[in-house]
């Protein structure tokens, strides 16, 4: 592995994207970076990298001899070098210098001509940066530099210093070392999983299924069947396994009920020789709900000292917002305002809420929730308040902390009269609080007050002091403090986080990997491992490697995990005793059964040689016989909302073409640009913002084409 990489002169754009992330994971995992003379004059989009370096470059005067004032001989980069040396060179002048450089060497502006960043002028330095270390010369634009025994000597001992012990801490695994198996597919919308210790792996299908798949071979067969209300989102929703279970067999699950006013149940049960028992069920806790749309969630996970976290999304219809804040506070709206839910601290939706289960039945409230027992007009059982989506969330075992992805809203673009772009987010919390929902996003970035009755833009929420005024709120009216994602993305590639690529936002927390939760003597994963956090996009079809530092605030590396598989919408994963990663896939069409819906089972070899597993779909078309319409669709995310002729979650790409054609085009571009909804139902398409007019254009063309011969007749849809 390199303990070095050296930006030699280099200029401009040198970088392409899966280059730049390449770079940044490695200086984030403790390598090395030193910079000569105009690797300050390269990569200006890329804002971190400016920050590596330490300065941009402005301007130069003419080549001319200068003094140089040497100020810390003890760097090894100096400790040769005379306290004043004059050289020849050209002489950069800088702009966006960082204010925390270790500057070893000044220049004398009045030593030679041109010179203008004042009397404190660096021309050398050094830094730690982003888990790594950062050297950096403005000296060496000459070719006599490279015979100059003290240039030499300078350049040798930043080369040593950024090298550190010379030795890169261990990389991550290489993905042939991961053997990937498919334990079964064509599954039916499979929603989450947990271990039955010594038995298996428990899974649920939102229509009401419950599947084991036993340790001991045989396959996966049916462990029960609940009946639910399945339609919008809801149904079977969320399963996990008490910390006792091989004492007592007791499962929760969060399931929508099939009868009377519409509400979630989470409900304890008991399992016997491998079958769900109907009768033992205990009702823990009833979530009333609407049935009038969206954000469900419904994920169980069992935390420290038996608490029980419950994922709620906020049960607000986000169509008739414009991907903004749905905040509709007009009469008879309520299903369009999250302020009743997510804002509302009387509520149970829009929250991960936190009860400890009875071995009687009923529950506790653990000390340290949101709301003290006895606070009017608060819910005790609420922990993370002002959440739209709390899908998939994990618990670190040996912390404690909370991570969860919040799925967002639709917006493609900011807009001053109402605010941020849709975000999704990535969040952690170490204690209870208010994370901003429907008032802000991401990091604290505010929603405007909209008016739905007069179209008006009021002020913008204040994130640090928020207040629930709607008429829909039965809760407190001043809200928490807002607590800040710990990432947050859009539709396009983020500055901030340009490793998260672009497309659609789905942001999944999938578990913390600890070796105290692998049973001893297993080999499981390698310690490489230990307290990273499995991230996965469930629309970009990716899983992501995180580290934090030691207070868990800030990022310090992220890593593709398995690049070379195809993960097809992936929906739960979590560690068993085995040592091995379960993963569920929910496959690309929704609210169906798909053949590449799957469990799988990843396990860790050392010995390598595993080999990708390929989506059993049809093959691919050759790139070479495709238009270059079909090669931007093939190469974007589209594919997770449309097929040609099939239904997925947006209509068929020929029903778009036996609805519209060319006369239309204008429009349709700025559609898929923007993203949105109603014009084929209450279901969201995703904004594409990334995309240049001309690119759509070129892949509108090939979707129309697939309407010749097939255009239905007037009136028809």
Same mark, same amino acid.
């Given at each position: 592995?390199?303990?070095?990489?050296?930006?030699?002169?280099?200029?401009?754009?040198?970088?392409?994207?899966?280059?730049?992330? $390449?770079?940044?994971?490695?200086?984030?995992?403790?390598?090395?970076?030193?910079?000569?003379?105009?690797?300050?004059?390269?990569?200006?989009?890329?804002?971190?990298?400016?920050?590596?370096?330490?300065?941009?470059?402005?301007?130069?005067?003419?080549?001319?001899?200068?003094?140089? #004032?040497?100020?810390?001989?003890?760097?090894?980069?100096?400790?040769?070098?005379?306290?004043?040396?004059?050289?020849?060179?050209?002489?950069?002048?800088?702009?966006?210098?960082?204010?925390?450089?270790?500057?070893?060497?000044?220049?004398?502006?009045?030593? %030679?001509?041109?010179?203008?960043?004042?009397?404190?002028?660096?021309?050398?330095?050094?830094?730690?940066?982003?888990?790594?270390?950062?050297?950096?010369?403005?000296?060496?634009?000459? #070719?006599?530099?490279?015979?100059?025994?003290?240039?030499?000597?300078?350049?040798?001992?930043?080369?040593?210093?950024?090298?550190?012990?010379?030795?890169?801490?261990?990389?991550?695994?290489?993905?042939?070392?991961?053997?990937?198996?498919?334990?079964?597919?064509?599954?039916?919308?499979?929603?989450?999983?947990?271990?039955?210790?010594?038995?298996?792996?428990?899974?649920?299908?939102?229509?009401?299924?419950?599947?084991? =798949?036993?340790?001991?071979?045989?396959?996966?067969?049916?462990?029960?069947?609940?009946?639910? %209300?399945?339609?919008?989102?809801?149904?079977?929703?969320?399963?996990?396994?008490?910390?006792?279970?091989?004492?007592?067999?007791?499962?929760?699950?969060? =399931?929508?009920?099939?009868?009377?006013?519409?509400?979630?149940?989470?409900?304890?049960?008991?399992?016997?020789?491998?079958?769900?028992?109907?009768?033992?069920?205990?009702?823990?806790?009833?979530?009333?709900?609407?049935?009038?749309?969206?954000?469900?969630?419904?994920?169980?996970?069992?935390?420290?000292?038996?608490?029980?976290?419950?994922?709620?999304?906020?049960?607000?219809?986000?169509?008739?917002?414009?991907?903004?804040?749905?905040?509709?506070?007009?009469?008879?709206?309520?299903?369009?305002?999250?302020?009743?839910?997510?804002?509302?601290?009387?509520?149970? #939706?829009?929250?991960?809420?936190?009860?400890?289960?009875?071995?009687?039945?009923?529950?506790?409230?653990?000390?340290?929730?949101?709301?003290?027992?006895?606070?009017?007009?608060?819910?005790?059982?609420?922990?993370?308040?002002?959440?739209?989506?709390?899908?998939?969330?994990?618990?670190?075992?040996?912390?404690?902390?909370?991570?969860?992805?919040?799925?967002?809203?639709?917006?493609?673009?900011?807009?001053?009269?109402?605010?941020?772009?849709?975000?999704?987010?990535?969040?952690?919390?170490?204690? $209870?609080?208010?994370?901003?929902?429907?008032?802000?996003?991401?990091?604290?970035?505010?929603?405007?007050?909209?008016?739905?009755?007069?179209?008006?833009?009021?002020?913008?929420?204040?994130?640090?002091?928020?207040?629930?005024?709607?008429?829909?709120?039965?809760?407190?009216?001043?809200?928490?403090?807002?607590?800040?994602?710990?990432?947050?993305?859009?539709?396009?590639?983020?500055?901030?986080?340009?490793?998260?690529?672009?497309?659609?936002?789905?942001?999944?927390?999938?578990?913390?990997?600890?070796?105290?939760?692998?049973?001893?003597?297993?080999?499981?994963?390698?310690?490489?491992?230990?307290?990273?956090?499995?991230?996965?996009?469930?629309?970009?079809?990716?899983?992501?490697?995180?580290?934090?530092?030691?207070?868990?605030?800030?990022?310090?590396?992220?890593?593709?995990?398995?690049?070379?598989?195809?993960?097809?919408?992936?929906?739960?994963?979590?560690?068993?005793?085995?040592?091995?990663?379960?993963?569920?896939?929910?496959?690309?069409?929704?609210?169906?059964?798909?053949?590449?819906?799957?469990?799988?089972?990843?396990?860790?070899?050392?010995?390598?040689?595993?080999?990708?597993?390929?989506?059993?779909?049809?093959?691919?078309?050759?790139?070479?016989?495709?238009?270059?319409?079909?090669?931007?669709?093939?190469?974007?995310?589209?594919?997770?909302?449309?097929?040609?002729?099939?239904?997925?979650?947006?209509?068929? =790409? #020929?029903?778009?073409?036996?609805?519209?054609?060319?006369?239309?085009?204008? %429009?349709?571009?700025?559609?898929?640009?923007?993203?949105?909804?109603?014009?084929?139902?209450?279901?969201?398409?995703?904004?594409?913002?990334?995309?240049?007019?001309?690119?759509?254009?070129?892949?509108?063309?090939?979707?129309?084409?697939?309407?010749?011969?097939?255009?239905?007749?007037?009136?028809?849809?």
């Amino acid at each position: 592995a390199f303990a070095v990489v050296v930006f030699l002169n280099t200029t401009g754009d040198v970088l392409d994207a899966s280059q730049q992330d $390449a770079l940044q994971r490695y200086i984030q995992r403790g390598g090395g970076f030193v910079g000569v003379h105009a690797a300050a004059d390269t990569e200006y989009d890329w804002p971190w990298y400016g920050e590596l370096v330490g300065a941009r470059f402005s301007n130069h005067p003419d080549i001319q001899p200068a003094t140089l #004032r040497v100020l810390d001989n003890a760097h090894p980069a100096t400790a040769e070098l005379p306290a004043q040396w004059r050289r020849q060179d050209e002489w950069y002048n800088f702009r966006d210098i960082e204010p925390d450089l270790e500057v070893l060497i000044e220049i004398d502006e009045g030593s %030679y001509e041109g010179g203008d960043n004042g009397e404190q002028h660096p021309m050398a330095w050094y830094r730690h940066f982003d888990g790594g270390r950062s050297f950096y010369t403005g000296l060496g634009h000459t #070719r006599a530099s490279y015979e100059e025994p003290l240039f030499l000597s300078h350049l040798l001992g930043g080369l040593r210093w950024a090298a550190g012990e010379g030795v890169l801490p261990g990389a991550l695994p290489d993905q042939s070392q991961f053997r990937r198996e498919v334990l079964a597919d064509n599954l039916n919308e499979p929603m989450q999983m947990t271990e039955l210790p010594g038995e298996g792996i428990l899974f649920v299908e939102r229509a009401g299924t419950l599947k084991l =798949y036993p340790f001991g071979g045989g396959g996966v067969r049916q462990a029960g069947q609940l009946a639910v %209300y399945s339609g919008d989102e809801d149904g079977l929703l969320g399963v996990v396994a008490d910390p006792d279970y091989v004492h007592n067999r007791h499962i929760y699950l969060f =399931y929508s009920a099939p009868n009377g006013a519409p509400r979630q149940h989470v409900s304890r049960f008991r399992m016997a020789d491998g079958q769900l028992q109907l009768a033992s069920e205990q009702l823990l806790l009833e979530i009333p709900t609407q049935h009038a749309c969206c954000h469900s969630g419904g994920a169980l996970v069992f935390g420290p000292a038996g608490n029980l976290y419950i994922g709620v999304g906020d049960n607000t219809n986000p169509f008739e917002s414009d991907g903004f804040a749905p905040i509709d506070e007009r009469d008879g709206r309520a299903i369009y305002d999250a302020q009743r839910s997510a804002a509302n601290s009387n509520d149970l #939706r829009g929250k991960i809420l936190r009860i400890r289960p009875l071995p009687q039945g009923g529950y506790s409230i653990p000390e340290g929730n949101l709301f003290a027992p006895g606070t009017a007009g608060a819910r005790p059982e609420i922990y993370a308040m002002g959440l739209r989506n709390p899908f998939r969330f994990s618990i670190d075992s040996a912390t404690g902390a909370l991570f969860w992805g919040d799925i967002g809203p639709d917006a493609g673009s900011a807009s001053d009269a109402r605010g941020p772009e849709g975000m999704g987010e990535l969040n952690r919390a170490n204690s $209870a609080g208010f994370w901003g929902w429907p008032y802000s996003r991401g990091n604290n970035q505010p929603y405007r007050d909209y008016s739905f009755h007069s179209a008006a833009s009021g002020d913008w929420f204040d994130p640090q002091a928020p207040v629930n005024g709607s008429a829909n709120n039965s809760g407190l009216r001043e809200l928490p403090p807002t607590q800040a994602s710990l990432l947050w993305y859009s539709y396009e590639r983020s500055e901030t986080f340009p490793w998260l690529g672009a497309g659609g936002v789905n942001p999944m927390a999938g578990p913390v990997f600890r070796r105290q939760d692998v049973e001893s003597g297993v080999p499981g994963f390698p310690d490489y491992f230990e307290g990273a956090l499995f991230f996965y996009e469930w629309l970009r079809d990716w899983i992501m490697v995180l580290r934090f530092d030691a207070a868990g605030n800030n990022l310090i590396s992220a890593e593709p995990f398995m690049p070379g598989h195809e993960f097809s919408n992936p929906m739960d994963m979590a560690f068993a005793v085995d040592g091995c990663l379960y993963l569920l896939e929910y496959g690309q069409k929704w609210f169906r059964q798909n053949p590449d819906a799957r469990l799988n089972r990843i396990c860790y070899d050392p010995a390598g040689g595993a080999t990708p597993v390929p989506l059993p779909l049809a093959a691919a078309p050759d790139p070479s016989a495709m238009s270059p319409g079909q090669q931007l669709l093939a190469a974007s995310d589209c594919a997770a909302c449309h097929a040609v002729d099939d239904v997925v979650n947006g209509p068929s =790409y #020929r029903q778009i073409a036996q609805r519209y054609d060319h006369d239309d085009m204008d %429009y349709l571009v700025a559609r898929v640009i923007s993203g949105g909804s109603g014009a084929w139902g209450e279901r969201a398409m995703s904004a594409h913002p990334q995309l240049s007019p001309a690119e759509v254009r070129s892949m509108l063309d090939w979707i129309l084409a697939q309407g010749e011969g097939h255009r239905a007749a007037p009136g028809a849809d």
